[in-house]
Nanobody, 133 residues
Framework: QLQFVESGGGMVQPGGSLRLSCAAS????????IGWFRQAPGSEREGVSC????????NYADSVKGRFTISRDNAKNTVYLQMNSLKPEDTAVYYC??????????????????????????WGQGTQVTVSS
């Protein structure tokens, strides 16, 4: 069975940090780009970050740039999202997914298109991140 399992979420105070993990089973991550998305209550799901295979080039939504870092460990078949300087507006369920049949993150207009969740497959069940004092 092909699936992702996200973990590492929790509750943290503003300014705190969390590290999310996205472990794949049933397939090898090596050849695929992987994205992290989030969905807050009452909001649409938005792309947070994406990492390509091969060079491992990274991409971020403007809202998290400079605070979040995506990385991958192909030997562990896992992708990570290090989240620092967390804000209440980061509160959401975080999901990971694989770019369908592609080694690179989808681009439009010279930058990562974080709106194209339709290009991703094998969504995990998500992990809740709550930032609150």
């Amino acid at each position: 069975q092909l699936q992702f399992v996200e973990s590492g979420g929790g509750m943290v105070q503003p300014g705190g940090s969390l590290r999310l993990s996205c472990a794949a089973s049933g397939f090898t991550l090596d050849y695929y780009a992987i994205g992290w998305f989030r969905q807050a209550p009452g909001s649409e799901r938005e792309g947070v970050s994406c990492i390509s295979s091969g060079t491992g080039s990274t991409n971020y939504a403007d809202s998290v740039k400079g605070r979040f870092t995506i990385s991958r460990d192909n030997a562990k078949n896992t992708v990570y999202l290090q989240m620092n300087s967390l804000k209440p507006e980061d509160t959401a369920v975080y999901y990971c997914a694989v770019v369908r049949g592609a080694p690179r993150c989808p681009f439009r207009g010279g930058r990562w298109d974080n709106r194209r969740e339709d290009l991703y497959d094998f969504w995990g069940q998500g992990t809740q991140v709550t930032v609150s004092s």
